[in-house]
């Protein structure tokens, strides 16, 4: 269960960071847009197992995803 490295298309990807409420904790996954409701069904799984907190997929879309850009390659 890590990122798939095939999935660089140069677009934007989503990425999950639960560390707001529990330090400690670092969650994080990043996917593609088209993923978005598997990576919610799995935050929303990790934060009721892990902190044992039910939060709505729409509330974890809202205060836990940011958008993120991918970059493909290196430049400088
Ligand atoms: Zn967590």
Do not use: W
Request: charged share 35%; net charge negative.
């Amino acid at each position: 269960m890590s990122e798939n490295p095939q999935s660089e298309a140069g677009r934007t990807a989503l990425q999950v960071a639960c560390d707001t409420e529990v330090s400690g904790c670092v969650f994080r996954m990043r996917t593609e847009e088209d993923d978005r409701d598997r990576l919610l069904q799995i935050t929303r799984d990790h934060v009721a197992e892990q902190h044992g907190k039910e939060y709505s997929l729409e509330e974890i879309d809202e205060r836990h995803v940011t958008e993120v850009p991918v970059e493909t390659g290196g430049g400088s």
